[in-house]
């Protein structure tokens, strides 16, 4: 499996991948997913595959050399959308080549990919495309994208990114968010590619590929737990039954009653209900204290 994100901001564009590639759990390899179409002060484009690896790998390369039916390709595009364009075409063309085939054993026509990047003359765009060819364009009311195992990593990004964020907390907030991919899912695993693009450069400057031994990340993934772990330990626990008057960390209210969906148990099996005083915590403490 594999998990990528991309994130589109006022400031520029932020790409981060995996590398690890699965066929079951007794062979795993290792294939980097991110691809940069650069010709240095006119166009930088990425691409993040997900999905069939056989797939992905075909539809970057047809995507180095096609033109579409005005004789434009990635490299001549006018605009990122033409270039979206050109690249589902390259994935249908991929499609129209291997798809039957493939459904002949079974396999499902899988791929997913963020494209993203700058042209000269236009402003950063970031595009998620589907296995049909058709893609969608972030904007500023959804400014990332996420392919492949999406679901970890996803809550940092909801609370921190905002189209405001800077590069630099745009790349931390991305790199937390693969390391709690990293903690919860086996099917993504390192070395890790990071691009961080600058609106107008035209040109890659700071890009790291990042494995066990990179500093920062050693840094993120020792503080990043450690710190989850002091901020839910600051919270107070619930308050159950409390007094009607009670306003402070109240869960439940003695003057509110609330009863579970109960399955009654088969006739001869049932016992006669008895009546159990609740109890809280701070009464089983003091009853404690006063065995002592």
Not at 84 to 89: P, R, T, V
């Amino acid at each position: 499996m594999t998990y990528c994100v991309a994130m589109r901001l006022n400031s520029g564009l932020v790409f981060l991948s995996d590398s690890r590639t699965n066929a079951g759990v007794d062979h795993i390899g290792t294939f980097r997913k991110m691809s940069v179409y650069e010709n240095p002060g006119d166009r930088v484009m990425i691409l993040m595959t997900a999905g069939n690896l056989s797939i992905s790998q075909s539809i970057r390369q047809l995507l180095s050399d096609r033109t579409n039916t005005d004789g434009r390709s990635i490299w001549t595009a006018t605009s990122m959308y033409e270039a979206a364009q050109i690249l589902g075409d390259a994935i249908r063309a991929v499609h129209d080549r291997e798809a039957g085939e493939l459904n002949k054993f079974g396999i499902d026509f899988n791929v997913s990919i963020i494209f993203g990047g700058q042209i000269k003359g236009e402003r950063c765009r970031l595009f998620q495309m589907y296995s049909a060819g058709n893609f969608i364009e972030s904007h500023d009311e959804n400014t990332y994208f996420q392919i492949g195992e999406a679901k970890y990593g996803k809550p940092i990004i909801d609370r921190v990114v905002t189209p405001q964020t800077t590069l630099d907390e745009a790349a931390k907030c991305a790199l937390i968010s693969m390391d709690s991919t990293l903690k919860s899912n086996i099917s993504v695993g390192l070395p890790l590619d990071l691009l961080v693009y600058n609106t107008d450069e035209l040109a890659v400057t700071r890009f790291v590929t990042i494995d066990e031994q990179n500093q920062y990340f050693q840094m993120i993934r020792r503080s990043w737990g450690a710190q989850l772990k002091r901020v839910f330990e600051a919270i107070d626990d619930p308050v159950w039954d409390a007094a009607p008057e009670a306003t402070l960390n109240v869960l439940s209210s003695s003057s509110e009653h609330s009863e579970p969906v109960r399955v009654p148990p088969p006739h001869g099996v049932a016992r006669e209900a008895q009546a159990v005083p609740r109890q809280t915590l701070a009464q089983q403490d003091g009853d404690s204290e006063q065995a002592t």
